[in-house]
């Protein structure tokens, strides 16, 4: 859906809405706004390509005129502005007037996406390929949390994942508005004139992708000789996981998410409706504490929360310090890996304790993030606001008890999400 409304506004519908059925499984690889059904399906992305002609470089008779025409986000529209926007990064300010003669390729993202970050790749790949060339990417980061707002967390994410290519803050939505743009990641192809000539949503086709850049730059008197180059392949699944198999969906923790989703996504969820009612009519939206207890048998593909956890409108946080780990929040999932974004309330670092089926992670089954100490415990250390990856199995995996515990107050989770590719998150 276009952000057509605030979230907040959003969620108010949703709460007053809040007593149907769960929602539907999602299956595009793509997060959309407002209300993000984002998941791990592969392979479902949208694009819109432009004819394609065989490639022949030709050289450009002078400089390009300026686009002149309808300004948005469809194919054959004249790019929109930067206008808006905060910080930039890697980068002096650009303007789309600044770059006429380049291509240029517009990434949405935000740092948190798993689909987002699975595409960082290809896109370091075709900066790489192409810079030299004349193309320009622009990463417009458009956040999807509050904390993905500050410029110190942005920079680090740029720093962490390799991000070497200009990026603009977006943090009011001005660029994804102008552009009526609906997904992360969501990638728009611009040729010299400064018209949209391809978009692509969501993971996959990079081969396709590529192709538009090529043909772009062609235009513009690149070197055929850069054609010898070899396409991108999309990311391989896991052999094990075949289509129709259950996959988790993208698990919200926060009621401005999971009211969007009718509620979709909590195990208790007349209980953490309530508390969620209570926090939106509150001046501010407080967060209420609600103390929650876990039933013995879990429902797939929901969270569930044990001992006392505060609702608030981004994530849900263990409410009390403790000496004890008998507060948690599990899920049954379906997947081969799995992410959480996770944050601290004071900025210290905490451990969350993990055991998987009443057992501890090994080193055949843990995350990248994970650490197993000396007496085998498995847990995580948060020291930042950010996505972790907490389980990689060596396969698709079904109905999976996932158990997460900490005795820090600050332990809060945003999301969880969930994937079937071979390498990755």
Known sequence: MIRLLSLIAAAALALAMACGSAAPAATPAVTMMPGPTATDAPSAATSQPAATQPPTATQPAGPPPPCEGTRGGAVGDCAPEFAGTQEWINSQPLSMESLRGKVV???????????CIRTLPYLQSWH??????GLVIVGVHTPEFEFEKLYDNVIQATVTEGVAWPVVQDNEFSVWRSYSNRYWPAKYLIDQHGVIQYRHFGEGKYAETEEQIRRLLLETGMDSADLSLSLPQDQQRDDSYRLGMDVTRELFAGWKFTAAQGRGGIGQGDEYMEAARESYSGEGYPPVVVQ??????????LIYFNGPWAIDSESARHAEATDHYNDYLALVYSARSVNAVLTSESGQPYQVRITLNGQYLTEENKGDDITIGDDGVSYLLVTEPKLYKIVEHSDWQGNQELRMSSTSSDFG?????????????
Not at 413 to 425: C, I, K, N, Q, R
Request: contains cysteine.
């Open 105 to 115: 390729l517009i990434d949405f993202w935000t740092y948190t996406c798993v689909n």
């Open 128 to 133: 790489e390929r192409y810079a030299d060339d």
């Open 292 to 301: 929650f207890q876990a039933p013995n048998s879990l429902k797939s593909n």
């Open 413 to 425: 989770l945003y999301s969880f999400t969930f994937g079937v590719y071979e390498d990755g998150y």
